[in-house]
């Protein structure tokens, strides 16, 4: 009788392993990971024998180092909180979507300013400018850049794992990286400072567009006039949080010098007029004057922000020869 019930009792406890999972004592398996299979060995939560739940995994890289993931798991990938440890120290923690530490961004790093401590080891991207000259040794650049740079605040060091990058004061630099130390100091003015530091496992230099006024939505356009051989083209215009950009070609295929007065041209909008906005920190290019003949010209002008929708542009343009009575280049620009 105690034999039957003992096989019951086991064939029940197997059936909820199925059903439910098991934690397994350091089984070595094979995970195929997003970025490549890895055998280690592996103790945690399992279901039909593969992770799933809590666990822990440990193997090698590429080069033969040790380093352990521990964390949630399903279907066999990281996926959710976790924190990674290599045997050299280096730990990262955060959340992970399919084998892969997500940067915080956002709202979410604002703590990096009032207690950097709080996101230490953590995975962040942010834009800031540079606002010192770099500095460059031992195949490390450090940067001082300001997250907030529209008001010079949020000061952070990125330390950079690459001297080859020529990056310089005022350049826009995106970073993907891992929170470490708070770096003390004193600034010019006799002030202790307490910062930031991030280690970049991602770069890249911005142009200002891309940084401070990143494009919402873009219009291919392609509307020409001319008038005695002079012809304005509105080729494009993209919509952004802070202005709106109009991208204008200019072809000179008269007999005389042809100026188009950009600072004249003004759009309206549901019954709103809108005139130039002056960005003296663009990098964007700048429409020529005094046109010779058989000269073109591209430029951008940019007006605040607008609504996507359909807008009047009027501009304003002269040549030398007075007999040319040049009227205004209005454009009727429809938004698909």
Same mark, same amino acid.
């Given at each position: 009788?105690?034999?039957?019930?003992?096989?019951?009792?086991?064939?029940?406890?197997?059936?909820?392993?199925?059903?439910?999972?098991?934690?397994? !004592?350091?089984?070595?398996?094979?995970?195929?990971?997003?970025? !490549?299979?890895?055998? !280690?060995?592996?103790?945690g939560d399992m279901v039909d024998g593969v992770?799933?739940?809590?666990?822990?995994?440990?193997?090698?890289?590429?080069?033969?180092?040790?380093?352990?993931?521990?964390?949630?798991?399903?279907?066999?990938?990281?996926?959710?909180?976790?924190? &990674?440890?290599?045997?050299?120290?280096?730990?990262?923690? !955060? &959340?992970?979507?399919?084998?892969?530490?997500?940067?915080?961004?956002?709202?979410?790093?604002?703590?990096?300013?009032? &207690?950097?401590?709080?996101?230490?080891?953590?995975?962040?991207e942010l834009v800031g400018k540079v606002f010192?000259?770099?500095?460059?040794?031992?195949?490390?650049?450090?940067?001082?850049?300001?997250?907030?740079?529209?008001?010079?605040?949020?000061?952070?060091?990125?330390?950079?794992?690459?001297?080859?990058?020529?990056?310089?004061?005022?350049?826009?630099?995106?970073?993907?990286?891992?929170v470490g130390d708070v770096v003390t100091g004193?600034?010019?003015?006799?002030?202790?400072?307490?910062?930031?530091?991030?280690?970049?496992?991602?770069?890249?230099?911005?142009?200002?567009?891309?940084?401070?006024?990143?494009?919402?939505?873009?219009?291919?356009?392609?509307?020409?006039?001319?008038?005695?051989?002079?012809?304005?083209?509105?080729?494009?215009?993209?919509?952004?949080?802070?202005?709106?950009?109009?991208?204008?070609?200019?072809?000179?295929?008269?007999?005389?010098?042809?100026?188009?007065?950009?600072?004249?041209?003004?759009? &309206?909008?549901?019954?709103?007029?809108?005139?130039?906005?002056?960005?003296?920190?663009?990098?964007?290019?700048?429409?020529?004057?005094?046109?010779?003949?058989?000269?073109?010209?591209?430029?951008?002008?940019?007006?605040?922000?607008?609504?996507?929708?359909?807008?009047?542009?009027?501009?304003?343009?002269?040549?030398?020869?007075?007999?040319?009575?040049?009227?205004?280049?209005?454009?009727?620009?429809?938004?698909?």
């Amino acid at each position: 009788m105690m034999k039957k019930r003992l096989a019951f009792a086991v064939l029940v406890f197997g059936m909820m392993l199925a059903l439910f999972g098991c934690k397994n !004592g350091g089984e070595e398996v094979t995970l195929e990971l997003s970025f !490549g299979s890895r055998t !280690g060995t592996y103790t945690g939560d399992m279901v039909d024998g593969v992770p799933n739940g809590q666990g822990k995994f440990t193997t090698e890289n590429d080069a033969g180092e040790s380093w352990t993931y521990e964390g949630e798991f399903k279907n066999g990938h990281f996926e959710g909180e976790g924190k &990674t440890t290599w045997d050299s120290g280096q730990v990262e923690v !955060g &959340t992970y979507k399919n084998d892969v530490l997500v940067p915080m961004t956002g709202d979410d790093i604002k703590s990096l300013f009032t &207690t950097p401590e709080d996101l230490k080891n953590h995975c962040v991207e942010l834009v800031g400018k540079v606002f010192s000259a770099p500095e460059y040794g031992d195949g490390v650049v450090s940067l001082q850049m300001w997250t907030d740079y529209a008001n010079s605040e949020n000061n952070i060091i990125v330390y950079i794992l690459d001297d080859t990058i020529d990056v310089n004061v005022d350049d826009y630099v995106r970073v993907v990286g891992i929170v470490g130390d708070v770096v003390t100091g004193v600034n010019a003015f006799g002030a202790e400072l307490t910062v930031p530091s991030v280690t970049a496992s991602e770069y890249e230099i911005l142009s200002y567009k891309d940084a401070v006024a990143p494009t919402v939505q873009e219009y291919e356009l392609g509307q020409s006039q001319s008038q005695y051989g002079y012809t304005i083209t509105v080729e494009k215009v993209e919509f952004a949080e802070i202005e709106t950009r109009v991208y204008v070609k200019v072809d000179n295929g008269g007999k005389a010098t042809f100026d188009l007065y950009s600072f004249n041209t003004v759009v &309206t909008q549901n019954g709103k007029q809108y005139e130039i906005q002056d960005n003296w920190e663009a990098d964007y290019p700048e429409i020529q004057s005094n046109l010779y003949p058989g000269v073109s010209t591209e430029g951008v002008i940019v007006y605040p922000p607008m609504e996507q929708q359909d807008f009047q542009i009027i501009f304003d343009a002269y040549s030398d020869d007075y007999h040319e009575e040049i009227e205004k280049y209005v454009f009727d620009v429809t938004i698909p």
